[in-house]
């Protein structure tokens, strides 16, 4: 078969939007025969690449995304597409993917917001699901990373800058997992930061309190 290759003279808009087409070809949909014109609208299914993610989510995580006329300057807008997700958990993860789009206001960055995405699943659902019953959590595991404790921890305001890595971000959602929710929460965040490599208690705090803020907005 003849190899894949961009079609000459794309804007970066329009290379962008194949190289997302591309990536998720399977699952990727949209009115448009052509990237050229916006607005656009396209519809994909992202299916996690962390095998530890613990919540049910059989089909993937369904998203619509709208690039609106004047992208980058105006950011993507990204609706959840899940009906097996309750509205409050759509709208609390679409508000995290605002947040996020609005980061990169400017740039052309749909690969990026679908990698962090990818990235972040688990702690997405974390954050969405901290306020939720127990009994209303689809989880594959018994539920043993809840963070509701997070706001009694004392966080001076000496926290890194320095961005987190793939490694660090999935060593957390780890231990989130792995230590146990009744601990003293001053306790417990010690012990999620032991198992962070390069990071603080308050770094980790503040990771979670960051997008933990941005669902609940």
Not at 116 to 126: A, H, R, T, V, Y
Not at 186 to 208: H, M, N, S, Y
């Amino acid at each position: 078969p003849q190899a894949w290759k961009l079609p000459e003279s794309c804007s970066e808009i329009e290379k962008e939007l194949h190289l997302v087409n591309r990536r998720y070809e399977k699952t990727f949909k949209s009115a448009s025969e052509c990237f050229k014109i916006l607005p656009i609208e396209f519809e994909l299914t992202m299916v996690t690449s962390d095998p530890d993610f613990s919540y049910e989510l059989p089909h993937g995580l369904g998203l619509k995304f709208l690039v609106p006329s004047d992208y980058p300057q105006t950011p993507c807008n990204i609706s959840v597409l899940n009906e097996d997700l309750t509205s409050t958990v759509r709208m609390r993860i679409q508000n995290a993917l605002k947040a996020k789009c609005q980061e990169y206001r400017g740039s052309v960055a749909l690969r990026s917001i679908l990698r962090w995405i990818d990235n972040n699943m688990q702690l997405i659902f974390d954050c969405v699901y901290s306020a939720q019953p127990t009994s209303n959590v689809p989880s594959k595991f018994e539920k043993g990373n809840s963070t509701s404790n997070v706001d009694t921890v004392s966080q001076s305001k000496q926290v890194s800058d320095t961005p987190w890595s793939p490694e660090q971000q999935k060593a957390l959602e780890q231990a989130l997992r792995s230590v146990p929710a009744d601990l003293d929460a001053q306790e417990r965040w010690t012990k999620i930061a032991e198992l962070v490599p390069g990071r603080t208690k308050k770094d980790c705090i503040a990771r979670f309190k960051e997008l933990r803020s941005a669902v609940k907005a």
